[in-house]
């Protein structure tokens, strides 16, 4: 009969702690999304403490990484990765590499300011001022070249595109680079690899308007220079100093 009571008092208590993980997952959502790292940490602790999920120990290793501890962010992304999938693995092993590689520049500047520390202080050169070299005289400026025209339709048409194109192509790239860094401060793993998959089309659809606009910006170009009149040539010469000074030039 007793053995009968404890098993039902488990049975009993074991809805109460999920129900006590779930609020401490959700008062340390509160405190991830207001970067406050240290309470966000102590409640994903509690919760994975009451209802050990894997996706619990994700959170705990970005809350770690976000708030400057990579040495407990790589511990606790080995132990999310021994429970988790492939694609979920890969997602916690790439953090792990940037997290070593945050280490590893930490300890070179430590090293690299511990080394300018013991450095002997050396007295500056002496600053030697050179005398003013004589100016040569100025030649006078050449005529202005004929302003340049361009009044092909479909040149101009091709031209516009192309640079829209162009406009629009860098801005995907740019808001591709944003969403992927925003990527690396979502707390699940399933947020990651979908803010990492949008980033990417932005930055594949980037791509492609940008080469597209290339492309239509060049063929405007030679457009233009196919329909353009003959170059207006111009040549002066003014004497100067020791001789003449000839300049030639064109423009279409």
Same mark, same amino acid.
């Given at each position: ?7 039902? $008092?488990? #049975?009993?208590?074991?809805? +109460?702690? @999920?129900?006590? %993980? =779930? ?5 340390? /959502?509160? !405190? ?70 945050? $280490?590893? #520049?930490?300890?070179?500047? +430590?090293? @690299?300011?511990? %080394? =300018? ?5 050396? /007295?500056? !050169? ?72 949008? #980033? ?9 308007? =940008? ?42």
């Amino acid at each position: 009969m007793k053995h009968l009571t404890v098993i039902l $008092l488990a #049975a009993l208590a074991t809805p +109460a702690f @999920a129900d006590d %993980a =779930a609020d401490h997952l959700a008062k340390a /959502s509160r !405190a991830y999304d207001i970067q406050d790292w240290t309470s966000a940490l102590a409640e994903f602790k509690a919760a994975y403490t009451l209802d050990a999920k894997p996706e619990t120990l994700w959170s705990i290793a970005q809350t770690q990484r976000l708030s400057g501890d990579c040495r407990g962010a790589i511990l606790t992304y080995k132990a999310f990765m021994r429970g988790s999938s492939a694609t979920a693995a890969n997602a916690a092993s790439d953090w792990i590499k940037k997290c070593e590689s945050d $280490l590893d #520049a930490q300890q070179r500047a +430590a090293d @690299a300011a511990a %080394a =300018a520390a013991n450095r002997p202080v050396t /007295s500056a !050169a002496p600053v030697v001022i050179a005398p003013p070299q004589p100016q040569p005289a100025k030649a006078p400026k050449p005529p202005p070249a004929p302003r340049p025209w361009y009044f092909d339709p479909l040149g101009d048409v091709t031209f516009v595109v192309g640079v829209g194109a162009l406009a629009g192509g860098a801005t995907f790239l740019v808001l591709g680079d944003l969403h992927m860094g925003d990527a690396s401060s979502q707390p699940t793993a399933g947020a990651y690899a979908k803010a990492v998959d949008s #980033a990417q089309s932005q930055q594949t659809l980037g791509l492609g308007l =940008a080469a597209g606009g290339a492309v239509l910006t060049a063929l405007s170009v030679w457009r233009f220079h196919s329909v353009a009149s003959r170059p207006h040539e111009h040549l002066a010469v003014v004497p100067s100093r020791g001789g003449v000074f000839a300049t030639y030039g064109f423009s279409f």
